[in-house]
């Protein structure tokens, strides 16, 4: 038990280093988390910590509530809206947040990423949403993540006028979703400026998201 929550704390602090290598943060802001596999508890950054000064030691541990288990500092401000997450979504191993450029501006005018890139169908399958705007303190972040992505096949939602929270099997995946997410707001907004964007066809988004999902990669060799 205590060897996962290690690997967890690891994992997670590791994982932080993403969203400054692939410049989705600045200062404290942003943060990841991910659920202990088989335990209603989860790993998350503390509050206010420097990305250089973030390690697998001061990393909090909290119960699926947000209330610390184990640690020195105060968890993430965002810690009910990931717990909420948790605790609604049993599929959910990993959340990330950040207020990164490209996607917080479209976050800030209200509008979803429309799906016109064969990378948005593979990763996203669909529009990148916008969820309501929500005022941080209690769980009504959280319950806008849930009820937007309800049943919607991104992994990735920009909240109004605030930013992005993704979500994935495991914390790596939501990582993933939310570089892509950056990657995706900034190229359709590149293309917006020189003119009007072109919609792929609803049947292609669906071959495309189903190959990515099933087919595409690196797969084991057949015994
Ligand atoms: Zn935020």
Avoid at 23 to 28: A, H, P, Q, S
Avoid at 111 to 120: F, R
Wanted: charged share 25%; hydrophobic share 40%; aromatic share 6%.
């Amino acid at each position: 038990m205590s060897d996962t929550i290690e690997l967890i704390r690891r994992q997670v602090a590791d994982l932080h280093r993403e969203l400054v290598r692939y410049r989705l943060v600045v200062w404290t802001a942003g943060n990841v988390s991910a659920r202990v596999p088989g335990e209603d508890l989860l790993v998350i950054k503390p509050s206010g910590v420097a990305y250089d000064e973030l390690t697998p030691r001061n990393m909090i541990l909290c119960d699926l509530d947000g209330n610390v288990v184990e640690g020195d500092h105060a968890p993430s401000s965002d810690t009910a809206a990931h717990a909420h997450v948790y605790r609604h979504r049993p599929d959910v191993g990993g959340v990330v947040h950040t207020h990164s450029t490209y996607a917080s501006a479209w976050a800030a005018r209200g509008e979803a990423v429309p799906c016109v890139l064969t990378a948005m169908a593979d990763e996203f399958g669909a529009e990148i949403p916008v969820g309501p705007f929500a005022l941080i303190g209690d769980d009504s972040i959280g319950r806008g993540i849930v009820e937007t992505l309800d049943g919607h096949r991104s992994p990735a939602v920009l909240m109004r006028n605030h930013g992005v929270f993704t979500i994935g099997k495991d914390a790596e995946a939501a990582v993933k979703a939310a570089v892509m997410c950056e990657d995706v707001a900034r190229t359709v907004h590149l293309a917006r400026q020189l003119g009007e964007v072109q919609p792929l066809p609803a049947d292609d988004i669906d071959r495309l998201n189903f190959r990515y999902r099933n087919v595409y990669g690196q797969r084991p060799a057949a015994q």
